[in-house]
């Protein structure tokens, strides 16, 4: 069992940055890949950011690569995710995802979910 904790959403302005932490309990955070996920209101799920147990390669939606990063500390059992020049439309709910084994991205592939943190871009 792994239970995932966020925190650090809020309300930003754009170009802002900001930095979203998700918090693992369990002990085989360090075999698993992570994720971050968000869902705006009237929209599906999408994946945001993914890092393998596999050198910690990293896998980014278009729309963020190059704005946002996932840095992962396994002796913290910790990831974050790291947003900068933030925009009105990355305003969503923000959640921490664990997938079962070292590779993953979609959601459906998600085996535990955190309960999400809201991120609001505006001015």
């Known amino acids: 069992q792994v239970k995932l904790v966020e925190s650090g959403g809020g309300l930003v302005q754009p170009g802002d940055s900001l930095r979203l932490s998700c918090v693992a309990s369990?002990?085989?955070?360090?075999?698993?890949?992570m994720g971050w996920f968000r869902e705006a209101p009237g929209k599906e799920r999408e994946s945001v950011a993914t890092?393998?147990?596999?050198?910690?390669?990293?896998t980014y939606t278009d729309s963020v690569a190059g704005r946002f990063t996932i840095p992962r500390d396994s002796a913290k059992n910790m990831v974050y995710l790291q947003m900068r020049d933030l925009r009105p439309d990355d305003s969503a709910v923000y959640y921490c995802?664990?997938?079962?084994?070292?590779?993953?991205?979609?959601?459906?592939?998600?085996?535990?979910w955190g309960q999400g943190t809201r991120v609001t871009v505006s001015f």
């Open positions: 369990g002990r085989d955070f360090s075999s698993r890949a």
């Open positions: 890092i393998t147990r596999f050198n910690d390669d990293a």
């Open positions: 995802a664990a997938f079962p084994g070292p590779m993953g991205q979609g959601a459906s592939e998600v085996q535990y």
